[in-house]
């Protein structure tokens, strides 16, 4: 049975999906792009007509990443981020191996639509938007590989299901934030 969303959680996932829609196609705000004129309108459909960039071309084109879930989640499994999902992208891992796969919930970045629902929705802050580049290695890129096993490994994970939790505390988070090395300055998350 599909799961109902609220008006709320409806209209995030819209807006979410919209903006980030817009912001591929356009770019960001205010910055005069040759890419727009260079964009022909053909079959209902953008055709960009620039050569496609290689990966070591650009500094911030992703190779993989996305929405992830990091290591922030570790131990945690705090399922709201489930509650809000619209596609059901966010998987638990049922296998053996818990030296590769820690105890904590993965994006599968094939199934997620990036509509950001889960990042607002997750209190531990361990879903970010991060990228992995050969010219910018992000300290997330293990987290972005252990969520893409998720497609590799699909027998190995199931649908995580919702269950309710009690918050987390600012100092809780703050105490994460440490476990792992992180310093909140060093996320990208604009609070």
Same mark, same amino acid.
């Given at each position: 049975m599909a799961k109902r969303?609220?008006?709320?959680?409806?209209?995030?996932?819209?807006?979410?999906?919209?903006?980030?829609?817009l912001w591929r196609?356009?770019?960001?705000?205010?910055?005069?792009?040759?890419?727009?004129?260079?964009q022909l309108f053909s079959d209902k459909f953008w055709i960009d007509q620039r050569p496609i960039p290689t990966p070591a071309a650009?500094?911030?084109?992703?190779?993989?990443?996305?929405? %992830?879930?990091?290591?922030?989640?570790?131990?945690?499994?705090?399922?709201?981020?489930?509650?809000?999902?619209p596609v059901d992208c966010i998987?638990?891992? %049922?296998?053996?191996?818990?030296? %590769?796969?820690?105890?904590?919930?993965?994006?599968?970045?094939?199934?997620?639509i990036d509509c950001g629902a889960?990042?607002?929705?997750?209190?531990?802050?361990?879903?970010?938007e991060v990228y992995d580049t050969p010219s910018e290695p992000n300290m997330f890129s293990q987290d972005i590989r252990l969520n893409t096993y998720t497609k590799t490994f699909a027998d190995k994970f199931k649908v995580a299901t919702f269950e309710k939790h009690k918050s987390p505390s600012q100092a809780e988070i703050q105490s994460n934030y440490l476990k792992w090395g992180i310093r909140p300055d060093d996320l990208r998350r604009s609070d």
């Open positions: 969303l609220s008006r709320r959680q409806f209209f995030s996932c819209i807006i979410g999906i919209l903006s980030t829609t196609i356009f770019g960001p705000i205010g910055e005069a792009s040759e890419a727009k004129q260079s650009t500094s911030r084109e992703p190779i993989a990443g996305g929405f %992830t879930i990091t290591r922030l989640c570790r131990d945690k499994l705090d399922t709201s981020c489930v509650e809000v999902c998987y638990q891992y %049922t296998g053996s191996d818990r030296s %590769t796969f820690p105890n904590q919930l993965y994006i599968n970045h094939d199934e997620c889960c990042v607002d929705a997750c209190p531990w802050h361990a879903i970010l």
